[in-house]
Every structure is written in C-alpha cells, then in structure tokens.
C-alpha cells in the first residue's frame, strides 16, 4: 500500500510562485507526478516524472512548471512559476508502480489559488 502526503498549496498572485511536494511511503514508486482539477472540469495532468528522471508536461503549463523527484526521499515536486489564473485548481499527488499490472494511487489533494 502507498501514501501520499501533499503540501504547499496556497494562494499566490498572478506571476508569482508556489511549490508543492509529495510524499510517498511504503514502497519505491515507478512514476510520481501532478494532476489538477478546476471547479467544473475534468481532471488533466499536469506533469510526472518516472525513478530515471524523464518528465512530461502538459503544454499548458511548458516552460513554466517544472517537476522534479527526490528518489531517495521517496517525495515530488512541482515547482509553479509564472502562475496565471487559469492554474487554479485542486493539484493531486500521483504514483503508480508495477508494469504488467500498473497500481495508481492518489493523493488527497491541495488547493492552488492564483489570484489576478
């Protein structure tokens, strides 16, 4: 079983910046990363990071964001710049281990405000 610990969401103006990291426990994790969800819309992701370092962003936030991982700690971050309104939204954990049959987990969820 694993868990994910968030924190660093928060309210942030327009332009500024704001991190966010998960803890995972219990065992090692494949890939870690971000998804967001705004009021009314469906769940999309934002970015992930796999235990060998390569990442994928979504186009929205290329270039602004940036994650990383700390494989020894087991934690992800998100590193949030140049936040723009349309960055609000709840951001989830994610993990998932296994390749023949791949377990995802989540985590609770931390709000990111972004003020303009």
């Known amino acids: 079983q694993v868990q994910l610990v968030e924190s660093g969401g928060g309210l942030v103006q327009a332009g500024g910046s704001l991190r966010l990291s998960c803890a995972a426990s219990?065992?090692?994790?494949?890939?870690m990363g971000w998804y967001r969800q705004a009021p009314g819309k469906q769940r999309e992701l934002v970015a992930t990071i796999t235990s060998g370092g390569s990442t994928n962003y979504a186009d929205s936030v290329k270039g602004r964001f940036t994650i990383s991982r700390d494989n020894a700690k087991n934690t992800v971050y998100l590193q949030m710049n140049s936040s723009k309104p349309e960055d609000t939204a709840v951001y989830y954990c994610?993990?998932?281990?296994?390749?023949?049959?791949?377990?995802?987990?989540w985590g609770q969820g931390t709000q990111v405000t972004v003020s303009s």
């Open positions: 994610y993990a998932d281990v296994g390749s023949t049959i791949k377990y995802v987990y």
């Open positions: 219990g065992r090692r994790i494949d890939v």
